[in-house]
């Protein structure tokens, strides 16, 4: 688009001479975008910013009344692209465009922009225009949620439907193996038939954790999710009393949620176990570490919903990291990248932690192993 489409206005800098002007010109109902977990803002053909929504000012850095005495190019680092495409818009050539690009924060909250994706769409109300910025980051995010709820879903069929079928011929097995023992008289022969009865029982166990999740009610109860951090460090420490340190970095602020305690002990304690057991190597040397870290999140989307508030619980751990070729199936059943392994405790860990609306998240690298739950909070 050549210059002469640029808008006459000042590019930065540009100052609201009569903010009861401006007022005048907008929609009302905008106060909904307020809800919204995405940034919001209502500029006119100039630029020059309107209305911008909560999520807006919270990420950007400073309050409602600064950002609305500014350009909304002022908080771009290349903003030309962005400048042409909402003159273009207001002028309805196109009723609407995306841009990525980088947004400026305010230097005192934010040492790093914002990598965005700028959705530029015209109000038919006075030739406005809204701007929808949603982090690049955030909307991969949410794909690799609505991936993993869906893959969840599918998994918990599949189990299902896995375990009723080994379930039923797993009790004619062992009983027609207890039968003949019965009418062998060879205590050698007797060892066949032992060892088949041996496997069975094992095999309904496993069979039986697979369907536990789904049987059992969801007990609901105050959870403090310190009670239960301490209680997952006290059994990882009793297990490995050497080499290994479990260290705390608690936001006590934290409220207590309605939830089931137990099963997320199991939780936590299936993905610090399965750390502890990763860091072998380092526990030997006497330089294992695993953290678990808990903050408040604001303005957090879990599953397609917009929570106020939710619980974050890191376990960290330095060990030699989730190997690449499992790295995006290690919450499927029967996946694990150690020999031994059910390849189940993530996926009940999973499991348990979605009943509580929640969702969990792993970033990998060698010397760096990450694991965040997101519960929503009240």
Not at 293 to 309: G, P
């Amino acid at each position: 688009m050549s210059k002469g489409n640029r808008p006459s206005a000042p590019v930065t800098g540009g100052k609201m001479s009569d903010p009861s002007a401006v007022q005048r010109k907008l929609p009302s109902g905008l106060e909904t975008f307020d809800y919204l977990a995405s940034m919001v803002a209502v500029v006119d053909p100039q630029g020059q910013c309107l209305f911008v929504n909560a999520a807006f000012e919270e990420i950007l850095g400073l309050s409602r009344r600064s950002v609305l005495r500014e350009s909304i190019y002022d908080w771009f680092t290349d903003p030309g692209l962005l400048q042409d495409i909402v003159c273009a818009v207001s002028r309805n050539d196109y009723a609407t465009s995306r841009v990525e690009t980088e947004l400026k924060r305010h230097p005192h909250v934010f040492s790093e922009s914002l990598h965005v994706q700028a959705i530029v769409t015209r109000l038919e109300h006075g030739n406005l225009v809204i701007i929808e910025l949603v982090e690049v980051e955030q909307k991969t995010r949410q794909e690799r949620e609505e991936r993993a709820l869906d893959q969840a879903q599918a998994n918990k069929e599949l189990i299902r439907n896995l375990a009723h079928e080994i379930k039923n011929p797993l009790g004619g097995i062992r009983g027609a193996a207890q039968l003949l023992q019965m009418e062998l008289e060879s205590k050698s022969l007797t060892e066949y038939t032992q060892v088949i009865i041996h496997e069975a029982d094992r095999l309904q166990l496993l069979v039986d954790r697979l369907l536990a999740p789904h049987r059992r009610p969801h007990l609901v109860g105050d959870v403090n999710i310190h009670e239960v951090c301490e209680r997952v460090r006290s059994l990882i420490l009793a297990e490995f009393p050497k080499g290994l340190k479990v260290a705390r970095d608690y936001d006590i602020s934290v409220p207590e949620f309605r939830g089931d305690r137990e099963q997320l002990i199991q939780a936590v304690l299936n993905i610090a176990h399965n750390a502890a057991q990763a860091l072998a190597e380092r526990i030997q040397v006497g330089d294992a570490l695993l953290i678990m870290k808990t903050r408040v999140a604001r303005r957090v989307t879990i599953n397609r919903e917009l929570h106020r508030l939710a619980l974050v619980l890191h376990i960290e751990d330095n060990g030699p990291g989730i190997p690449e070729s499992i790295r995006d199936r290690i919450f499927y059943p029967l996946v694990s990248g150690r020999e031994g392994g059910s390849g189940l405790g993530l996926t009940l860990a999973q499991t348990f932690v979605q009943q509580h609306h929640g969702t969990i998240e792993c970033e990998s690298q060698p010397g760096q192993t990450v694991f965040k739950i997101l519960i929503p909070l009240p």
